[in-house]
């Protein structure tokens, strides 16, 4: 609870650093709200020329990508920067200025950094998730839409989980970061379209080894009512939010991990 | 010349010094490929052949389409616009404006040792897993020497591309979103991911009137043999007219941002 008020606190003030430039801000955000209509562009343009893949067609594929979006710009504004920033931190000693403060390092280091470009994510997905719930004939009730709650907030932490631990990484590499989250993208990009375009190997590795096929697929095929001609049991479309808090707590495990082989570099 | 030779091979060495970083990228790649892959095998293994304005498209073809448009961004990729940036924010470009040296090309030659480091280390291993993986057609000798040639006619017009937004840090605080933006009209418009016979006529007009498709899309269309041997000329020609127009506005910001040039300290 202490700590919540105290993230509160360090938002309001780096939004008022930031809005200090206003027009820089507003770019950052509108930015990838343009970047990412650009990748809805390429869906439609496929989409509209074969008008389904797999069996999903151009909203059901919309509905999974928008989850991930979504998920991702949450996760983002959370754990993306702090994440990113431990790479320089670790190489010029800085992080011995987290272990010396009477607080858990990482609550901490999330605390300190926010990432408003973020924002953006979660404004196109918000906008394209209400335009394909027009389109899509989903029956909701009360339920679902506390399950959809559950499934984003288990997507949301699987993405962070791989945020923290790609991050962690610095603490063994140096300038591993910038690559490393360059593959995250790479990755996430598998599920920009149903994992089930894919071969056996990579869908076992989506699911058991990397679990991004938790964030959307599994989840989308619950409220699409798509039939189960996976391999995999029908019950995985219940699991992102287990998941999620597993991979979690393994991702801080990992955090953990790197912060006992951190050695100053003493400067 | 020689000398400028060493800035490529002091990057070279410089990027040798991070291996993990190597094999990241390495398996970002791959990552990548098989992303398109998928996509173009689950697309076309539904419908067959599919027959385009640029006649009958099979998966093969795609296939190599994915494989050469991968290896085509691995060697255009670069952080000309984001050094720009850098160098003129820390006024460190007085330092380099003083050196005996063109500072353009300073930065082609920069770029060309990263690029052999990329053709290295990235390049040769994905195109060796893409074609393990996948196969990959073999274009006529004809075809294959206009495919390099427009595909280095491609990367001196990205190169110029970079030059010019980059420099327009001259007048703006930051380029990075400049950065931003040209990716994502090259993710749409150069037919990266999308070859343009699958667009919307609109999409199709509109790339006509950019120069974006030259790079990627032009080469490979003529590396898969779908065009003719006039419409190669035509090619050639608008890449170069380009070329030439790219060249006049760089020229003539490089002037201008340079008189505008203020550094503080330093």
Same mark, same amino acid.
């Given at each position: 609870?202490?700590?919540?008020?105290?993230?509160?606190?360090?938002?309001?003030?780096?939004?008022?650093?930031?809005?200090?430039?206003?027009?820089?801000?507003?770019?950052?955000?509108?930015?990838?709200?343009?970047?990412?209509?650009?990748?809805?562009l390429t869906i439609?343009i496929i989409?509209?020329r074969?008008?389904?893949?797999?069996?999903?067609?151009?909203?059901?594929?919309?509905?999974?990508?928008?989850?991930?979006?979504?998920?991702?710009?949450?996760?983002?504004?959370?754990?993306?920067?702090?994440?990113?920033?431990?790479?320089?931190?670790?190489?010029?000693?800085?992080?011995?200025?987290?272990?010396?403060?009477?607080?858990?390092?990482?609550?901490?280091?999330?605390?300190?950094?926010?990432?408003?470009?973020?924002?953006?994510?979660?404004?196109?997905?918000?906008?394209?998730?209400?335009?394909?719930?027009?389109?899509?004939?989903?029956?909701?009730?009360?339920?679902?839409? *506390?399950? !959809?709650?559950?499934?984003?907030?288990?997507?949301? $932490?699987?993405?962070?989980?791989?945020?923290?631990? %790609? #991050? +962690?990484?610095?603490?063994?590499?140096?300038?591993?970061?910038?690559?490393?989250?360059?593959?995250?993208?790479?990755?996430?990009?598998?599920?920009?379209?149903?994992?089930?375009?894919?071969?056996?190997?990579?869908?076992?590795?989506?699911?058991?080894?990397?679990?991004?096929?938790?964030?959307?697929?599994?989840?989308?095929?619950?409220?699409?009512?798509?039939?189960?001609?996976?391999?995999?049991?029908?019950?995985?479309?219940?699991?992102?939010?287990?998941?999620? *808090?597993? !991979?979690?707590?393994?991702?801080?495990?990992?955090? $953990?991990?790197?912060?006992?082989?951190?050695?100053? %570099? #003493? +400067? | 010349?020689?000398?400028?030779?060493?800035?490529?091979?002091?990057?070279?060495?410089?990027?040798?010094?991070?291996?993990?970083?190597?094999?990241?990228?390495?398996?970002?790649?791959?990552?990548?490929?098989?992303?398109e892959?998928?996509i173009w095998?689950?697309?076309?293994?539904?419908?067959?052949?599919?027959?385009?304005?640029?006649?009958?498209?099979?998966?093969?073809?795609?296939?190599?389409y994915?494989?050469?448009s991968?290896?085509?961004?691995?060697?255009?990729?670069?952080?000309?616009?984001?050094?720009?940036?850098?160098?003129?924010?820390?006024?460190?470009?007085?330092?380099?404006?003083?050196?005996?040296?063109?500072?353009?090309?300073?930065?082609?030659?920069?770029?060309?040792?990263?690029?052999?480091?990329?053709?290295?280390?990235?390049?040769?291993?994905?195109?060796?897993?893409?074609?393990?993986?996948?196969?990959?057609?073999?274009?006529?000798?004809?075809?294959?020497?206009?495919?390099?040639?427009?595909?280095?006619?491609?990367?001196?017009?990205?190169?110029?591309?970079?030059?010019?937004?980059?420099?327009?840090?001259?007048?703006?605080?930051?380029?990075?979103?400049?950065?931003?933006?040209?990716?994502?009209?090259?993710k749409i418009?150069s037919g990266r991911f999308i070859p343009l016979w699958f667009f919307?006529?609109?999409f199709?007009?509109?790339?006509?009137?950019?120069?974006?498709?030259?790079?990627?899309f032009?080469?490979?269309?003529?590396?898969?043999?779908?065009?003719?041997?006039?419409?190669?000329?035509?090619?050639?020609?608008?890449?170069?007219?380009?070329?030439?127009?790219?060249?006049?506005?760089?020229?003539?910001?490089?002037?201008?941002?340079?008189?505008?040039?203020?550094?503080?300290?330093?």
């Open positions: 609870m202490k700590s919540l008020t105290l993230y509160l606190k360090f938002i309001s003030i780096y939004l008022k650093c930031r809005l200090e430039y206003r027009v820089a801000f507003i770019l950052d955000i509108l930015m990838p709200i343009f970047s990412y209509s650009i990748n809805y439609w989409l509209n074969f008008s389904s893949i797999r069996g999903w067609d151009f909203n059901q594929i919309m509905f999974l990508y928008t989850i991930n979006l979504f998920s991702y710009g949450l996760a983002g504004i959370i754990f993306y920067t702090p994440m990113r920033s431990l790479d320089s931190l670790v190489k010029k000693g800085d992080f011995d200025m987290f272990l010396t403060k009477p607080m858990n390092p990482f609550l901490h280091l999330i605390n300190r950094q926010f990432e408003h470009i973020f924002i953006g994510h979660l404004i196109l997905s918000s906008i394209v998730f209400l335009i394909c719930l027009g389109n899509l004939n989903i029956t909701w009730s009360v339920l679902k839409v *506390i399950w !959809l709650i559950f499934v984003l907030f288990g997507a949301t $932490l699987i993405q962070g989980a791989f945020m923290i631990i %790609t #991050g +962690s990484l610095s603490f063994f590499y140096t300038n591993s970061t910038s690559v490393a989250s360059s593959i995250l993208n790479s990755l996430r990009g598998f599920i920009d379209y149903p994992i089930s375009i894919y071969n056996k190997g990579l869908k076992i590795l989506l699911t058991f080894i990397l679990p991004y096929g938790f964030i959307s697929f599994y989840p989308s095929k619950y409220f699409l009512n798509k039939s189960n001609d996976e391999i995999f049991h029908y019950l995985f479309q219940y699991a992102t939010p287990i998941v999620g *808090i597993l !991979l979690f707590i393994l991702s801080y495990k990992v955090w $953990l991990l790197g912060v006992n082989n951190y050695k100053s %570099t #003493g +400067s | 010349m020689i000398y400028y030779l060493q800035f490529a091979k002091n990057v070279f060495q410089s990027k040798l010094a991070y291996r993990m970083n190597v094999f990241l990228s390495i398996l970002h790649r791959i990552a990548s490929l098989f992303v892959v998928s095998s689950a697309i076309i293994s539904q419908t067959g052949k599919i027959s385009t304005v640029m006649g009958m498209i099979g998966l093969k073809e795609m296939v190599t994915a494989i050469l991968t290896g085509i961004s691995i060697i255009i990729s670069s952080n000309t616009i984001l050094e720009f940036e850098n160098k003129i924010r820390t006024g460190q470009i007085a330092m380099d404006l003083i050196k005996p040296m063109k500072f353009k090309l300073y930065l082609f030659f920069e770029n060309l040792g990263n690029n052999l480091f990329k053709i290295t280390f990235e390049l040769i291993p994905v195109v060796i897993v893409g074609i393990l993986c996948f196969g990959i057609d073999i274009p006529s000798k004809e075809n294959a020497f206009f495919f390099f040639l427009t595909l280095i006619n491609g990367m001196i017009i990205y190169f110029i591309l970079t030059c010019i937004l980059g420099q327009l840090s001259f007048w703006l605080l930051t380029v990075w979103h400049l950065d931003k933006l040209l990716n994502d009209m090259l418009f919307p006529k609109i199709i007009t509109i790339s006509a009137f950019l120069p974006f498709r030259l790079i990627y032009s080469p490979m269309s003529i590396y898969l043999e779908k065009v003719s041997s006039i419409e190669v000329g035509n090619i050639l020609i608008q890449q170069i007219g380009w070329i030439l127009i790219l060249f006049i506005i760089d020229m003539i910001l490089w002037k201008k941002g340079i008189k505008k040039l203020v550094v503080q300290g330093g």
